[in-house]
């Protein structure tokens, strides 16, 4: 029988990332016949049977004095350990910042082939092939493993998470063997942007452009967003001028996101912002240039001034979601 | 110190892409090629911490011939000595990463820098990679560090905030944007930077882990539902937000 491990982090003591219920649904999508089991390093008893919700029913946790503050490597080490006992085919992490860390580690410790920045997978776990978007999304490359081993690691909002159960999963104690220079590199602590929702989390993305004039009228896009409950993204240009913080950038020099919905309001749409958002689910691009690049990638586009389209898509968006 | 500055040459973002008849790479005539942008804070890093530390600064690319430009670039940036692991053939990450880990073994570099990510590829797995066959520890993503003694402590940017994170050398690291304003280079240093010597060393064509089967450029499967500005018009996109694409 196939193996398929799946790399799930605690977001709280209740629940996991969503991008572990991501990375969860997308392994019920490829298992066929294959077991499947989830391995955490941390997490609450709550939160790790959880992953019962999204219909895997084993949680391994592994237990050792020194994966008490986060360390990558040596979860990746005690992951690989885990991996070897079971002889796993193959194992999914979300690409966020944490599995961006150990994917790599993995496809070395196990010769495994890596496959990072999933968007789409197919087939089964005989032969799975993954896809990808390169070159600033410009292209997509379809790859497979040529060693029979796999590391997926999934881009994150691209897969939908489903719940399919509600049976508490059961969780098993791992306990690797692990040394001090497992542990060479530590988290001391981590500190959340306060107050503003990350783009990178966000479900729904208002983003402004050089279009928007100025920084003073970041309150149009500010007012959108709080409407929808949005995140405030921002381009490069704005984010060049001082308009607005580095954090809020998206494109290849910023973050990448995929919520539902984006909303672009004058942002042209030069290569290295479509590289960023392209991969969203669905696209507004508000630009009062008809032949900004932004429209070709767009779902829907409003050719019109930011200024007054701003106002009245509000105004309608309120009067749809509250009236 | 000893610092190794790993780099790579992609094509300019700008660059339209073609996938050539292969089905498998990119059309490479009319691309123009240029030094990764993460690079240049991997590169700018190196230099700065030569300035403070002394040493060496080490750059290495794996490439083919035409790679040599951004070697010509790191060296009239500053760097001490530049080195190609020379191939045509399309090499996949593990591969690369053999190839640097191996460069790497020879000169034992204190630190390795690379960028983020390459902009071709952006599979931002060559740092820690090249960190596990080195047995080294690794900090992908690094927008501030400092470095006292041995140890370092490092802050990287993580959804919805940033992570501290302490290590100790030798180690990986890969650079974010705003780590540092790369130099611009001066013209008598790009004038001498073309005649300085740049090592080629052969390449190991060992493992390959995965295979690529097809490249293609993206379908767009877009509504393109573009509309004016009216009150109407507005209100049919709100309309076909919430009723279409059932995203509010």
Redesign the interface.
């Known amino acids: 029988m196939k193996h398929i491990i799946v790399f799930i982090e605690a977001k709280d003591s209740q629940s996991l990332k969503r991008t572990s219920h991501e990375a969860l649904t997308a392994a019920q999508s490829i298992a066929g016949g294959a077991s499947i089991t989830a391995f955490a390093v941390n997490g609450s008893e709550q939160a790790l049977q959880s992953a019962g919700n999204y219909g895997v029913q084993s949680v391994v946790l592994a237990q050792h004095e020194l994966l008490g503050s986060y360390s990558s490597t040596a979860t990746a080490e005690a992951l690989a350990q885990y991996a070897r006992s079971i002889d796993a085919d193959i194992v999914i992490v979300s690409g966020n910042a944490t599995g961006k860390e150990i994917a790599p580690r993995l496809s070395v410790k196990l010769k495994a082939g890596l496959l990072p920045d999933c968007i789409a997978l197919s087939g089964d776990t005989t032969s799975i092939a993954a896809t990808r978007p390169v070159y600033a999304g410009k292209a997509h490359i379809t790859v497979h493993s040529a060693s029979g081993k796999a590391i997926i690691a999934l881009r994150p909002n691209v897969f939908t998470a489903k719940q399919i159960g509600s049976d508490a999963a059961t969780i098993t104690a791992f306990s690797p063997n692990l040394e001090a220079s497992h542990a060479r590199v530590q988290v001391i602590s981590t500190m959340k942007n306060e107050g503003t929702l990350d783009v990178a989390e966000a479900d729904i993305i208002v983003s402004g452009g050089r279009g928007m004039k100025g920084p003073e009228h970041f309150p149009l896009v500010e007012q959108l967003a709080s409407t929808l409950g949005a995140a405030v993204g921002a381009s490069r240009a704005v984010v060049d001028a001082g308009w607005r913080p580095h954090g809020e950038q998206v494109g290849q020099t910023g973050k990448t996101v995929s919520p539902s919905l984006y909303i672009a309001c004058g942002i042209s749409g030069a290569v290295q912002h479509l590289a960023g958002m392209s991969s969203s689910k669905c696209i507004l691009a508000i630009n009062k240039d008809k032949d900004a690049p932004i429209f070709k990638v767009a779902d829907y586009g409003i050719i019109g001034d930011v200024f007054e389209v701003l106002p009245k898509l509000d105004a309608s968006l309120k009067a749809m979601l509250h009236g | 110190m000893n610092i190794l500055v790993c780099i790579s040459q992609v094509?300019d973002?700008?660059t339209?892409?073609q996938?050539s008849g292969d089905g498998q790479t990119?059309d490479k005539s009319g691309v123009k090629f240029i030094l990764n942008?993460?690079d240049e804070f991997a590169i700018e890093e190196g230099l700065k911490l030569r300035e403070q530390f002394g040493g060496a600064v080490t750059a290495l690319t794996v490439g083919s011939e035409t790679s040599k430009e951004i070697l010509r670039t790191a060296l009239a940036m500053g760097v001490d000595k530049a080195c190609i692991v020379k191939t045509d053939a399309q090499l996949?990450?593990?591969n690369v990463?053999e190839n640097i880990a191996g460069f790497a073994k020879n000169i034992s570099p204190d630190l390795i820098i690379f960028g983020r990510q390459s902009?071709?590829?952006?599979?931002?797995?060559?740092?820690?990679?090249v960190?596990?066959?080195l047995?080294m520890?690794?900090?992908?993503?690094v927008s501030s560090w400092k470095i006292e003694g041995n140890g370092i402590?490092a802050e990287?940017?993580?959804?919805?905030?940033?992570?501290?994170?302490?290590?100790?050398l030798p180690?990986v690291i890969s650079a974010q944007?705003?780590l540092n304003d790369p130099r611009y280079p001066k013209l008598p240093d790009i004038m001498k930077a073309k005649s300085k010597p740049i090592e080629e060393i052969e390449p190991c064509h060992g493992?390959?882990?995965?295979?690529?089967?097809?490249?293609?450029?993206?379908s767009?499967k877009?509504?393109?539902?573009?509309?004016?500005?009216s009150?109407a018009?507005?209100?049919s996109?709100?309309?076909?937000?919430?009723e279409q694409?059932k995203?509010?």
């Not at chain 2, 493992?207 to 993206?218: C, D, I, Q, T």
């Open positions: 094509p973002t700008t339209k892409i996938v990119i942008p993460y996949d990450s593990y990463a902009i071709d590829f952006d599979s931002s797995s060559m740092a820690p990679m960190a596990e066959m047995d520890p690794s900090i992908s993503v402590q990287r940017d993580i959804e919805g905030g940033k992570e501290i994170l302490s290590t100790t180690c944007k705003g493992n390959h882990l995965v295979s690529l089967s097809s490249m293609a450029l993206p767009s877009r509504v393109g539902m573009i509309v004016g500005d009150d018009d507005i209100t996109i709100v309309t076909a937000l919430h694409a995203v509010i």
